[in-house]
């Protein structure tokens, strides 16, 4: 949204004498007007934007966080239980002298010494782990598995008689199609948002979505209050230029939109200390939007880095780092939906495109694998270890885990059994079902 095209404000005067001679069409007010507040086109949502209530809507909500790159999920749990693990991994090991004690240690698991408030959310029973999590016939290619986990689709879309979409928008359009019934943060435009027709918010960053000052008039006393002003005259002069009134009534929400999302950031005091890191950032604007009582039951959003072919490091080093960002921020969101009460209706799903190799390379790192270990964080997971198909010592022998249970199997029973949809229509593609991993 900050990235898009601001016109200079003279140019919005210059609209609004356009608009005053009806000389002007649709396609330009959206343009003018959503350009001048920083806003990226609304499309077909525009004009029916909830109001925000103020203090959290109490609605169970699903949080996505995308490990992106492809995570060695088998240094984030350890499978302590299982000597092929050291026997494959000589140098990236984690040792059992620097696991984490007191997690889940009964199938023979054990959690990365970074992930100390994960450990605290094991022992408090609100930690799911789902081992051999993928797909059939696994893709080692970025962006092939990255489809496959966006679509929610391993075939084509022509054998299901519907085009293209991602699964996060199929379920916008279905169960939450208001603009912040699904959010996306800090991602760009994901492509399990693509394809549908309700058009969820897709934005950098909650400060990011405002409006702006124009570089072409940097300098100018009071430039913010004046370019407000300039864009309200511009939909006041819509309502009366000839054209749908839907256009000036769009625009107009917009504008209250934007202020009420600033309004929620500007009063949120968190409870928990966020690092100034992207993945804590973001997070911290779901806690944001949940506090505004803002509706939004799906967020998405996403760190990187996790393409680790060299120099992974083990219980500490470059990956450990990333595990410390992840564990920190999740720590300081945790803190905040307990201070809001909302914890008992937070599920946060770990996942990444594909685990790595069972063995390291000559380079201290891991290769493209293919089934990964998923974690579920929340007040309403059922907390355990082992859901679903466990990793055994043969599960070691080959280049990755074998296949146990299809991602789309665990997305269904938090659809089904915590946000109280059915996931059919979201998962429409016919598959072997695994059975329940049992993480609600």
Same mark, same amino acid.
């Given at each position: ?11 919005? !005067? ?9 000389? =002007? ?9 959503? !350009? ?40 984030? =749990? ?6 092929? $693990? ?45 081992? /051999? ?15 496959? $986990?966006?679509?929610?689709? /391993? ?38 948002? =693509?394809?549908?027709?309700? +058009? ?30 300039? &864009? ?21 929400? !917009? ?5 009420? &999302? ?25 806690? &944001? ?58 599920? &946060? ?6 685990? /790595? ?19 579920? !964080?929340?007040?309403?997971? +059922? ?58």
């Amino acid at each position: 949204m900050s990235n898009c095209h601001r016109p200079h404000d003279d140019s919005l !005067a210059h609209m609004a004498h356009r608009l005053k001679r009806k000389s =002007v069409t649709r396609r330009e007010i959206l343009g003018y007007a959503l !350009a001048g507040a920083g806003i990226t086109a609304l499309g077909p949502w525009a004009g029916k934007i909830p109001l925000a209530t103020g203090a959290p809507q109490g609605k169970k909500i699903y949080v996505l966080l995308n490990l992106d790159g492809g995570c060695d999920t088998l240094n984030a =749990v350890v499978p302590t239980g299982l000597s092929n $693990y050291f026997s494959r991994r000589p140098t990236i090991q984690v040792t059992t002298a620097n696991v984490l004690p007191g997690g889940p240690a009964g199938p023979g698991l054990a959690l990365h010494p970074s992930f100390v408030n994960l450990l605290a959310m094991w022992n408090q029973g609100d930690l799911a782990i789902v081992q /051999r999590v993928g797909y059939p016939t696994p893709n080692q290619s970025h962006f092939e598995s990255q489809d496959i $986990y966006s679509y929610g689709v /391993r075939g084509t879309f022509a054998a299901l008689g519907i085009l293209p979409s991602g699964w996060m928008a199929r379920f916008a359009d279905l169960y939450a199609p208001t603009p912040l019934g699904a959010v996306a943060l800090g991602v760009g435009r994901p492509t399990s948002f =693509v394809g549908g027709s309700s +058009n969820p918010l897709q934005v950098s960053s909650l400060a990011g979505f405002n409006f702006r000052s124009d570089s072409g008039s940097t300098g100018i006393a009071n430039n913010d209050v004046l370019r407000k002003n300039t &864009i309200k005259s511009v939909l006041a002069a819509a309502s009366t230029a000839g054209t749908p009134g839907g256009v000036r009534a769009a625009l107009d929400q !917009a504008h209250t939109l934007s202020g009420q &999302i600033q309004a929620a950031v500007t009063s949120f005091v968190p409870a928990g200390t966020y690092a100034n890191r992207s993945i804590a950032q973001r997070l911290k604007d779901v806690a &944001i939007l949940i506090q505004g009582g803002f509706e939004t039951q799906l967020f998405y959003t996403a760190t990187g880095g996790f393409d680790t072919h060299s120099g992974q490091g083990n219980q500490a080093g470059y990956q450990a780092g990333l595990f410390t960002d992840i564990d920190n921020a999740l720590g300081a969101f945790r803190a905040d939906m307990v201070a809001m009460g909302q914890w008992d209706n937070t599920v &946060i799903c770990l996942f990444t495109e594909f685990g /790595r190799r069972n063995y390291e390379n000559g380079s201290f790192g891991t290769d493209h694998g293919g089934p990964f270990t998923m974690m579920l !964080a929340g007040g309403a997971v +059922n907390g355990s270890a082992g859901n679903g198909p466990t990793l055994q010592n043969s599960d070691l022998t080959g280049e990755f885990p074998n296949y146990g249970i299809d991602f789309r199997d665990i997305h269904r029973e938090v659809l089904n059994d915590h946000l109280g949809v059915n996931p059919t229509p979201v998962f429409p593609e016919a598959q072997p079902l695994n059975g329940n991993a049992a993480v609600i």
